[in-house]
């Protein structure tokens, strides 16, 4: 028995990984919530928008790249963010002013909106498999890993390895600065008051004096932002390819309605509870098993419950069993 | 089946869509204009006719207004448009007909943002506060459109209702009725208004908590600020009313002082219960 080794396995393969992709699924999240709790609708178009605003940031990383400007360590597509996140905004804003707005002025209900968003899926779909293509697209460069297995196994004289890559330290690292960033926003400064006003209460904000239009349009920047920082890291842990980010939607909406959507603290609750459940579910624990009993009782099999193919599903089991025990999620948002 | 092709039919996954907080009003668009026309009351809504969105007209040529150190109130059965005429008045609707006059300014193309800003402030009936937010930060939002210092107002609320000061870190949602209402009336105060109006402000609350409350808003009324205000409770409302307005089906039916109408033996016979 070899707990140290098993500990190290498991983190190697399960804690880190899964933490930077819940960080990534909360970022996601964290924007479909505002959307719900604000524009009150859930956003079909949120996996897109992030594509959108990864493939504004890739372009421009390429440019830079072209351009020899680079980060030294650090991926250059750090330097291009920004940049993807001013096209992400120019873009939402433009799909608001032509698209939505039209149905907020005839007051139209939620559920026209979640289709009208369904439509906007899939001409943003188009759009950015037009620009880009529909392949796999590279734009990581850099240094790739803070630490490699082999200089963690040479340091430690454990067997085990533990690989730390820079993406996984920038993913969670991002994650929580803009976590905090957007706490402070929401409930300190006035303007994140207002919001957090007129989702409570319309005709109260519009009483009080406040401009819906404006709370809207800075909604908008905000889950902009997000969607973008969300999907470049994303696509720089994974890589960049137009589709995945449609598949996202799942694990992402998933994690909104179990924290509750609604509540941003919930968005980030559910998603590290989605990607733990993933990516514990299908991983193999053959390894990590082995350390831990007996060797007469090592397993011959993989103990891996399902394949990786199904991962998709295990959001969606989730999604199902909140819905049916606690329907309001974890941290009980404004609705479901 | 709806007519209205924007409207839900029947839709209730809350995971799709949010309809909780969502507006109901349909506000004059921003952008309008004031502009100057001397002479009648304070606050007027003149020959107002109107309603909802492309729905129907609720209201009927029907004219209410209040005078400086006045308390104008509106009576009339359920459904007479006495909250609608409220909201039209603040621009929380769009009128087909008729004018709004504040201060000798035509503001009816203003939008009610605006309006605030020119120093109307309005308590609804029904969800009148943030009830997820705290005491305090509903009482900023009151001052959302002030860019001075809101403190000393702050505290003028906090004695004029000393409770709302023990309670200021609590969501508002998790107070009593008679609370809630004392946060309602405090959120519309924060601009300093130079015109405040109540629509019910004691619905649903205890006989008790509902005498207090009169005693407030006549004290707000003392410190200056005209008050315009619908209620459920006729008789009690007119007797502390200047003037007071009987609307029936959107429309003026009685006008006059409160003495005069509770003297009225028509008025008395139809709405005050003989």
Redesign the interface.
Known sequence: MDFLNAFIALSNFVIIPAVAYGSQLALGALGVTLIYGILRFSNFAHGDTMAFGAMVTVLVTWLFQSWGISLGPLPTALLALPFGILGCMALVLTTDRVVYRFYRAQKAKPVIFVIVSLGVTFVLNGLVRFIIGPDDQRFLDGERFIISARTFREMTGLREGLAFKTTQGITILTAVIVVALLFWFLNRTRTGKSMRAYSDNEDLALLSGINPERVVMITWLIVAGLATIAGVLYGLDKSFKPFTYFQLLLPIFASAIVGGLGNPLGAIAGGFVIAFSEVTVTYAWKKVVTYVVPESMAPDTLVQLLSTDYKLAVSFVILLIVLLVKPTGLFSGKAV | MSTDP????G?K???????????????VK?GGKAYASAGGPFLIGEAMTGGY?NGPDILHDCTIAVDRGEIAVIVGPNGAGKSTGMKAV?G?LNLRAGHVKLDGEDITALS??DR??KGMG?V?QT???????TVE?NL???A??RTDDIRPTMEQIYDLFPILRDKRRQPAGELSGGQRQQVAVG??LM?QPKVLMLDEPTAGVSPIVMDELFDRIIEVARTGIPILMVEQNARQALEIADKGYVLVQGRNAYTGTGKELLADPEVRKSFLGG
């Not at chain 2, 924007?6 to 039919?9: A, F, K, L, N, P």
């Open positions: 924007y409207s839900d039919r839709n996954d809350l995971s799709l869509g949010n309809p909780r907080g969502m507006g109901t009003a349909t506000p921003p969105g603040f929380m009610p943002q605030v800003a309005f609804p969800s009148n506060i943030f009830t997820s937010m930060e900023e939002m009151g959302f459109i959120r519309a601009t």
